[in-house]
Nanobody, 115 residues
Framework: VQLQAYGGGLVQAGGYLTLSCAAS????????MGWYRQAPGKQRELVATMGSYSGNTKYGDSVKGRFTISRDNAQNTVSLRMDNLKPEDSAVYYCNRWQSNRDYWGPGTLVTVSS
């Protein structure tokens, strides 16, 4: 499985960005896709995930109410709409896919929120 992320960049506080991630390879199995992030000097943390069949979502506490995850199973893509961005949202965002009892990671995309 390969993951390719799109959409990082620089935005002012209060603005928005949308990240997208496309999966390719052996992808026609049950899975969860989503995003994690890692800021300098901090551990990687959950941002949001979404199940392929259940549609169940899970959000990190710091992004609830501001970020929205969605996915297109036919296209094997997942998107993250990030609203009301804050400087503390600045991090490298990693697309993640869990399937067949293992994790797959994309290369990461940088999001910088200026104050």
């Amino acid at each position: 499985v390969q993951l390719q992320a799109y959409g990082g960049g620089l935005v002012q506080a209060g603005g928005y960005l949308t990240l997208s991630c496309a999966a390719s390879g052996n992808v026609f199995v049950p899975n969860t896709m989503g995003w994690y992030r890692q800021a300098p000097g901090k551990q990687r943390e959950l941002v949001a995930t979404m199940g392929s069949y259940s549609g169940n979502t899970k959000y990190g506490d710091s992004v609830k109410g501001r970020f929205t995850i969605s996915r297109d199973n036919a296209q094997n893509t997942v998107s993250l709409r990030m609203d009301n961005l804050k400087p503390e949202d600045s991090a490298v965002y990693y697309c993640n896919r869990w399937q067949s009892n293992r994790d797959y990671w994309g290369p990461g995309t940088l999001v910088t929120v200026s104050s």
